[in-house]
């Protein structure tokens, strides 16, 4: 099977400006997860859809939002960047259970 | 106190030599632990899944888990330079659906 998929891969945009990413989880596999990962915070979940739903939101501020298509793939937007969102982006999808598989990340780079 | 922690490293071990790493978690209604590895650069790679207290092994890797003491380590044993990376433990809740709560990582060196 192919793995979890990410595009763009890397990014660069200036504060104010919004950006979206994009996931295509592995075949067959219907829950997707963000996480943000910084050198200074470590790996953070944003949120996770399964089934074109928000079934869990971590806590980061609203201009970080997503969504889930029918087929699966899922987007996030961050609007109104800011230098701090500066991160590499990073998606796992999952089957029913719990075990999540990572795609290569989009790293975003805010100037 | 951190929800996941690990030590920071990094832990140098020369090759073929056994490698231990640790995990500690503050919330016992912790049920579902895992360990990731990542290559600097790189997004990280499953490795092993535990979710019962002992032992669980898969090729070198050793994942043991004691949630009495709230512990989840992973030994590496005949550890290569190729296992030079930083490992990463992360746990499930319960209360929390699937999302994934990451220690900060350890990272491994091994020496040739």
């Known amino acids: 099977k192919a793995g979890v998929t990410q595009t763009p891969r890397y990014l660069i945009k200036t504060r104010g400006q919004q950006v979206t990413l994009s996931c295509s989880p592995i075949?067959?596999?219907?829950?997707v997860s963000w996480y943000q990962q910084t050198p200074g915070q470590g790996l953070q979940f944003l949120f996770e859809?399964?089934?074109?739903?928000?079934?869990n939101k971590g806590n980061f501020p609203g201009r970080f939002s997503g969504r889930q298509f029918s087929n699966s793939r899922s987007e996030m937007n961050v609007s109104t960047l800011e230098l701090g969102d500066s991160a590499l982006y990073l998606c796992?999808?999952?089957?029913?259970?719990?075990?999540?598989?990572f795609g290569p990340g989009t790293r975003l780079t805010v100037l | 106190q951190k929800e996941v922690e690990q030590n920071s490293g990094p832990l140098s071990v020369p090759e073929g030599a056994i490698a231990s790493l640790n995990c500690t978690y503050s919330?016992?209604?912790?049920?579902?632990f895992f360990w990731y590895r990542q290559y600097s650069g790189k997004s990280p790679e499953l490795i092993m899944s535990?979710?019962?207290?002992g032992d669980k092994e898969d090729g070198r890797f050793t994942a043991q888990l004691n949630k009495a003491s709230q512990y989840v380590s992973l030994l590496i044993r005949d550890s290569q330079p190729s296992d030079s990376a930083t490992y990463l433990c992360?746990?499930?809740?319960?209360?929390?659906?699937?999302?994934?709560?990451f220690g900060t990582g350890t990272r491994l060196a091994v020496r040739p």
């Open positions: 859809y399964f089934s074109e739903t928000q079934r």
């Open positions: 992360a746990v499930i809740k319960k209360s929390s659906g699937d999302k994934l709560t």
């Open positions: 075949s067959g596999h219907r829950s």
């Open positions: 919330d016992r209604g912790s049920q579902s």
């Open positions: 535990i979710y019962s207290n």
């Open positions: 796992a999808s999952s089957p029913i259970g719990d075990t999540q598989y």
